[in-house]
């Protein structure tokens, strides 16, 4: 059952979008009751569908700061499940390290998602398929993708809540690289960033259009990410159907202007909402789990107190 794209639009076009915002101490919190809840906030159907879960798997991360923690994509995979997906697979294609099986293996996934040989794909190694863009921000005119994208039904972004010394922050929108094949564009993706990283991010997700995004915010990254940051406890999960919104309300969360964001901006005149008046906040607001998040330098410009 493919489920429809969103059509590109511009913001007058579009009705509200909707985010949830839901606490969670930790990683040991129920989950999978948090996402289930939240979910159902958002009548998704996926019955008989593929379900695609792309988090961000990047390198070892003896401290569990970098990679989208496997307990909440656990979480969410028996989610989806539950709502009668035909089968949920997980994605990944990292910028760092060509050996994606030894990023699982530091990662102790297997304690939390089980034996992954048949439901764990490497998107850097995958079978690709030419597609053209639907934006043309860089210059790129065509993606190759792997063949697992684009057989998905429907593609979650699950990536953890970070800054970048390169983006300002690096959300579900940024979390789409990981589906651009190594294979073919190079580590850490060298062709997107010389095509330019907030352009590029813009026709990933024309192309490749997200049908949900969740974000790790339980414990995330500030300062110098999205690898050699700083711990960032913050305590949250982020849903919602639109991936413009829910980064729009993360980086409000961060304490950060997304209009300030370059590619938050871009993506907002055909993505999504980034307008606070046309994102309605479920759960909790904004206000109550706002916790400040450090950038690097040349960044400062993107804090709300600058």
């Known amino acids: 059952m493919k489920v429809a794209s969103p059509t590109l639009a511009p913001p007058f076009n579009r009705p509200p979008s909707r985010v949830a915002i839901r606490r969670a101490s930790g990683y040991d919190t129920d989950l999978e009751a948090l996402l289930s809840e939240t ?10 569908a593929t379900v695609l879960l792309k988090p961000n798997f990047v390198e070892p991360d003896p401290r569990g700061v970098v990679n989208t923690h496997p307990a909440v994509v656990r979480a969410a995979r028996e989610c989806f499940l539950q709502l009668g997906a035909k089968s949920v697979l997980i994605g990944e294609g990292p910028a760092q390290e060509r050996d994606t099986w030894a990023v699982l293996d530091s990662m ?23 597609l053209p863009l639907r934006t043309h921000a860089s210059r790129l005119r065509e993606l190759y ?16 809540l970070k ?33 330019g990283i907030s352009n590029s991010i813009l026709d990933i997700n024309s192309t490749v259009r997200p049908h949900f995004a969740i974000v790790d915010g ?7 990410g999205p690898l050699q940051g700083s711990p960032k406890y ?7 159907d639109d991936p413009v919104a829910v980064d729009a309300t993360c980086a409000r969360v961060m304490d950060l202007v997304p209009q300030r964001i370059d590619y938050m901006a871009k993506a907002g005149a055909l993505l999504g909402h980034i307008e606070e008046l046309k994102i309605e906040q479920i759960g909790e607001h904004i206000a109550n789990v706002r916790t400040p998040f450090e950038v690097v330098e040349s960044f400062r410009r993107i804090q709300a107190s600058h």
């Open 234 to 240: 913050c305590g949250v999960l982020v849903a919602g």
């Open 218 to 224: 339980i414990m995330g990254m500030e300062g110098n």
């Open 39 to 48: 979910l159902a906030e958002f009548d998704i159907n996926v019955r008989g």
């Open 108 to 130: 102790r996934a297997t304690d939390y998602l089980g034996r992954l040989h048949n439901t764990f794909v490497d998107l850097n190694l995958d079978d690709i398929h030419p």
């Open 145 to 160: 993708l792997p063949r697992t994208v684009l057989n998905a039904d429907f593609i979650v972004s699950m990536p953890k």
């Open 163 to 195: 800054t970048h010394h390169w983006a300002g922050v690096t959300l579900s929108l940024k979390n789409m690289f990981g589906v651009i094949p190594g294979s073919c564009y190079g580590w850490p993706k060298n062709v997107l960033h010389w095509a």
